[in-house]
């Protein structure tokens, strides 16, 4: 990564935190998984607003609306997200047409597409929805296509900054696992009902 993006970098979430309050120290904190044997916090994409749904069997509809979620941001205690970073990955025959962040997130700069970070008004970080994705089908949707959620490449992370508490030292930032969600199997039929559910094994 260049110093140039680096610092493109530094300016985007030091606007996001400073929107909400806090201090330019989370930045340069490392970054890590939590690897505690408790579930880690997860940032996916659903087809449905419950986040139940990541895989979906039949027909491509014309227009698809898909959710991008975070799960599992309560198993610590760790305190209400603050910003996020990332990407999704749209698959082929697929193009966004729009999409809606909510109310709680105040700030967002870049695209969910190319590259995206977000200030969070201080949510609970599961089941919490921080995009809503429009899209309408322009071609082929190719067998076992993916909604990826990758990195924000400008910083190479798939991450969240969250706040126990009101002091400096309370703001910490983690990795963030992704889940992706596949459409149009290779086991399709014509049922438009889901055949896998969010912690399905």
């Known amino acids: 990564m260049t110093m140039d993006l680096k610092r493109t970098l530094c300016t985007l979430l030091a606007t996001c935190l400073l929107a909400g309050g806090l201090s330019l120290t989370a930045i340069a904190q490392e970054t890590f998984l939590w690897e505690d ?3 880690e916090v997860s940032l996916g994409v659903y087809f449905d607003a419950a986040g139940t749904d990541t895989l979906l069997e039949g027909q491509v509809p014309d ?3 898909a959710y991008v979620m975070i799960w599992n941001g309560g198993a ?3 305190g209400g997200m603050r910003a996020i970073e990332y990407r999704v990955e749209l698959p082929d025959g697929l193009k966004l047409i729009r999409d809606v962040v909510p109310d709680y997130s105040n700030l967002s700069m870049g695209t969910v597409t190319e590259g995206f970070t977000q200030a969070i008004t201080n949510m609970p970080g599961d089941g919490l929805l921080v995009d809503t994705l429009y899209l309408v089908k322009t071609g082929e949707v190719p067998y076992d296509a993916e909604f990826r ?3 924000n490449p400008a910083s190479g992370n ?10 400096v030292s309370d703001v910490q930032m983690h990795l963030m696992v992704p889940q992706n969600a596949t459409i149009n199997p290779k086991l399709a039929t014509q049922s438009w009902e889901p055949v896998r559910k969010r912690g399905d094994r």
Not at 158 to 167: A, E, M
Request: glycine content about 14%.
């Open 37 to 39: 044997g408790e579930p």
């Open 63 to 65: 227009s698809l609306t």
């Open 76 to 78: 610590r205690n760790e």
């Open 149 to 151: 959620v990758l990195a």
């Open 158 to 167: 798939l991450r969240y900054v969250h706040q126990t508490g009101s002091g």
